[in-house]
Structure formats: structure tokens, C-alpha cells
């Protein structure tokens, strides 16, 4: 989708501080960071929302997944504990309708979120 702030990301037409890219997913530092570690695992192929894109294609759905634990492995927060955050619905705070994970660790995490 040409007006899609993150296939413009995954084409490369808007840089990002990439940490992990596959032919399934792209992974990169949120410019607007809640936590030490912050990271957005989104998948290639545009879907709005998490749960359209587990529907639609659950291969890629699960590569996020996948790519998440990597994500959270590669920045030392693995062992510490990490959230993985799906924003639903501009109601739940989604802001960017391209599906994408919140990695999020580095600190104590509360629990729930407002
Ligand atoms: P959400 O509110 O769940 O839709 O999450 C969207 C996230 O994208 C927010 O945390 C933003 O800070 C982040 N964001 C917006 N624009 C960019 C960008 N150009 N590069 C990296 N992260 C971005
Ligand atoms: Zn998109």
C-alpha cells in the first residue's frame, strides 16, 4: 500500500533503524521509544490488524511471532522478561494500520496496562 507508513518501511522509502529483516518480516527500533527496548516486528505483506493478518496468513502471523522471541534474544531481554504488545483498534491506542508487535523490556513492566 503506496499511503502505509510502514510498507513505505519495508520498501525503504522511509528509513528505520532496522535489527532484523527476512523475507517475511522487518524489525525496527519504534522512534518514539516506551522502554529501554523497543522494537516493532511487522510483517511484508500488508494486513490493518494482528488479527486480519493471523486469518489471512498465519505462515507470516507466525514469522512475526518467531521473530519477536529473536528480536527479544538479540537485545538481551529474553531472560529478564519482555511484553510483546498488539495495539487493536485506534480504541486500544493503534495509531499505524499495518500489523505490527510491540517488543517491549529493559525495565519492570506493570501489570495490566492502562
Ligand atoms: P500503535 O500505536 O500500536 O499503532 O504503534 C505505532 C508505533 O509506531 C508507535 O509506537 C510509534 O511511535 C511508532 N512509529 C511511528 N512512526 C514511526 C517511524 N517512522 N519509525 C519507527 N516507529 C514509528
Ligand atoms: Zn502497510
Not at 523475507?23 to 505483506?45: S, T, Y
Not at 498465519?58 to 531481554?77: C, K, R, T, Y
Not at 495495539?87 to 505490527?100: D, I, K, L, R, Y
Request: charged share 15%.
Amino acid at each position: 500500500m503506496t499511503d502505509c507508513l510502514f510498507c513505505s518501511i519495508v520498501s525503504g522509502a522511509i528509513p528505520a533503524d532496522v535489527v532484523l529483516r527476512t523475507d517475511e518480516v522487518v524489525a525496527f527500533r519504534d522512534i518514539n521509544p516506551a522502554a529501554p527496548v523497543h522494537v516493532l516486528v511487522i510483517p511484508v505483506e500488508h494486513h490493518a490488524t494482528a488479527a486480519e493478518l493471523g486469518a489471512a496468513n498465519p505462515v507470516a502471523a507466525a514469522a512475526v511471532l518467531a521473530a519477536a522471541g529473536e528480536v527479544a534474544a538479540l537485545e538481551g531481554i529474553a531472560e529478564s522478561g519482555y511484553r510483546m504488545v498488539f495495539n487493536s483498534g485506534a480504541g486500544a491506542g493503534q495509531t499505524v494500520f499495518h500489523a505490527h508487535v510491540h517488543v517491549m523490556g529493559g525495565r519492570d513492566l506493570t501489570w495490566p496496562p492502562g
